[in-house]
């Protein structure tokens, strides 16, 4: 395989609103970001990816840019921008920006000339069809909620939006809106980005026959994920994009493309692939608290565990999967894989060990390696995010009553990683000085990086470990280019591999079960390398691994 410059990189994501405020007004902003570049670097990143920070309504927090060449005066200007990519570099740093194509915002300007003249040069740049017996042009579901399309004023025109209505879908079967995005996209490039994490990309291509479909819910819509997701003729879009953009500039592309066949991800993700890598969502459809696995959590765990092993197989060297665990578009991980009382060091050690040696690009989200864990709300009023307002209707409409509709929020909103970084004990957890936008869990007393880097175990030091490990002279290439090889497939609770590569190996053995677990040991060790317990239990043939302990060690080969 070829080796690319980002095959080492350890990614960390920022979600800048929430980040760090440095004017007071209640709002992470890029100035922020800047001030914690030595954190990162001190904690081993050397790519990060920002949330969308471009000009924008706000509708749905940035993911609805009004202009792509801006940055929105919430977080900045254009100048910090400079000057965080700059100061990111001095670090070895790279910066992801989020490319947002698939739509734009209702208030960017091409889709108000759009609205002016639906027939008109800009109305071509969307998606904009007739209505057909005074209702929409067929009956899909937003995947937000509620109809896909939106009336035009007065008119019987009708335009699409995969996602809320302020976000109106591009027309990309209109070369004119193509080549507007790949001069954005070069104009970025060429200011010295390290490349993009890319939003929402499976949907950028649409099956055109708008018939309706038997309704599959009671607001009668219906899901039409096979009609908007990787649907055939994708690929002459993704290629085209890539050659007109990342490619000549080597840039690293980290794509949302969900639910992508196995048959098709050479194409994606493949040596010549359209992008560096993908997201592996597997783990994202797990919840301790979800009725199918309510009291079950090591039967979840071991779903979860073949879950993940066959994504690899799949992909089985061919190519990179980012594997993450926590995201903005999802609760935090601690709170879907570990039982309420088993919360701890030990087990979100153990947690964040199960794929961080997976071959693939590693990404930490903010907060993650400060044990940030969800702020339960208690109305719905203490909500940000319109589509949650979306799915609370949805729960209402669908026979749920107000408590009900509340608790299911509570256990699945993406609203819980947005909430602000917890950095200290201080006021606001030293997030901001002035009144922060979304409430800061009133456990960053206890939880905050600061007290995380100040005791001697705690998950904070074992994030920066793991990394180091991972990035060392001596174990990078293993990581990266060795074969991964499961094992004790059939132990339950037990998620472990072998990582080989030029005749050394080495074992990762997470116990994610609350109990101790005896197994056989047949592997002869060479070297301890990474325990989240003071010192491990290897006798006659045989490993004792505590309740959520991990050991790494590199064996005889
Ligand atoms: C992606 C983003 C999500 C956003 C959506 C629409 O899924 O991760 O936050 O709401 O796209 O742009
Ligand atoms: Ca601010």
Known sequence: MQKKWWHNAIGYQIYPKSFQD????????????????????????????LCPVNRSPMADHGYDISDYDEIDPMFGTLDDMKRLIKEA????????????????????????????????????????????????????????????????????????????????????ENREVREEIYAMINRWLDMGLGGFRIDAISHLKKDFTYENLPAD?????????????????????????????????????????????????????????????????????????DPKWKDRPVEMINDLRDALFQKQEYVNGRGFLCNFLDNHDTSRSAERFIPREDIGYHSMSALGSVNFFFPGIVFLYQGQAAGMLDYRKKSIDEFRDPTTFNMYRGYLQEGMTEEQALEKLNVESREHARTPMQWNAQENAGFTDGTPWFAVNPNYKTVNLEAEKGKEESLYHWYRKMIALRKS?????????????????????????????????????????????????????????????????????????????????????
């Open 22 to 49: 440095t004017n007071g007004d209640g709002i992470g902003d890029i100035p922020g970001i800047i001030e914690h570049l030595d954190d990162l670097e001190e904690l081993g990143i050397n790519m990060i990816w």
């Open 473 to 557: 002279d001596e174990y990078s290439e293993l990581f990266i280019y060795g074969s991964l090889t499961p094992v004790y497939e059939k132990t339950d609770g037990v998620i472990a591999y072998e990582r080989e590569y030029q005749g050394r190996c080495v074992l990762i053995i997470c116990n994610l079960k609350a109990a101790l677990q005896e197994l056989p040991f047949g592997w002869k060790v060479k070297k301890i390398l990474l325990s989240n317990h003071k010192d491990v239990n290897i006798k006659k043939e045989k490993i004792y691994l505590r309740g959520y302990e991990v050991v790494i060690v590199e064996t005889e080969k």
């Open 89 to 172: 570099d001095k670090r070895g740093i790279r910066v992801l920006m989020d490319l947002v194509v698939n739509h734009t915002s209702s208030e960017h300007e091409w889709f108000q000339k759009a609205l002016e003249d639906p027939d008109g040069r800009y109305g071509k740049y969307y998606i904009i069809r007739e209505g057909k017996d005074g209702k929409e042009p067929n009956n899909w579901r937003s995947i937000f909620g509620g109809s896909a399309w939106e009336r035009i004023g007065d008119t019987d025109k009708y335009y699409l939006h995969l996602f809320t209505k302020w976000q109106p879908d591009l027309n990309w």
């Open 217 to 289: 819910g009671v607001d009668g819509y219906v899901n039409g994920f096979p009609y908007f997701r990787n649907v055939k003729g994708i690929e002459t879009f993704l290629n085209e994009l890539k050659k007109e953009t990342f490619l000549p500039h080597d840039a690293f592309t980290l794509a949302e493309a969900d639910d992508v066949a196995p048959e098709d991800l050479e194409d994606f993700i493949g040596e010549d692939g359209y992008f560096s890598s993908i997201f592996d969502f597997c783990h994202t459809r797990y919840h301790v608290n």
